[in-house]
């Protein structure tokens, strides 16, 4: 799996992430990887249902996964953030 | 598969939507489904990661499916809205 095909959603407006994904198929990768964490997780899930029900009809979520992953805070605390990794394939 | 085992996260605080599933297992449910829409979807990803790493060990995601509901404005305009669907187990 190479690290081109991820797209990392943030808190961008969500159609700078779905031009990201449809340039990635349209330029041949045959798989694209959205990840996020936090607030941006629902933004990830937008990008997948608007490239998929609007741009691209034959990109299909293939995976769904969750994970927790430990974030250190600037006075050295530390605190748990959720994040997703969703896979789009055609 | 029964309605009783589904708990829909909406704005309130996270631990609300934990507690509601540790009950939901405590009391005997083999699976319960978290759903919800927009900006919640952060938050049913939260509940789900808290719930298996510190409440029920045993419990594991057992599907994750994303969507798109229209909904309707009060002046009459639609809207698409993401919509998740998480499914937890023992």
């Given at each position: ?35 996020a ?18 741009f ?35």
């Amino acid at each position: 799996m190479s690290n081109d095909n991820v797209v990392y959603v943030g808190n961008k407006e969500v159609m700078n992430y779905v031009l990201a994904v449809t340039t990635q198929f349209n330029e041949g990768s045959e798989e694209v990887i959205l990840k996020a964490r936090g607030r941006a997780i629902s933004r990830a899930v937008d990008t997948a249902e608007i490239v998929r029900n609007r741009f691209l009809q034959d990109v299909e979520i293939k995976d769904i996964t969750t994970g927790t992953e430990e974030i250190e805070g600037e006075e050295g605390e530390t605190s748990n953030v959720s994040t997703i990794t969703i896979t789009l394939g055609e």
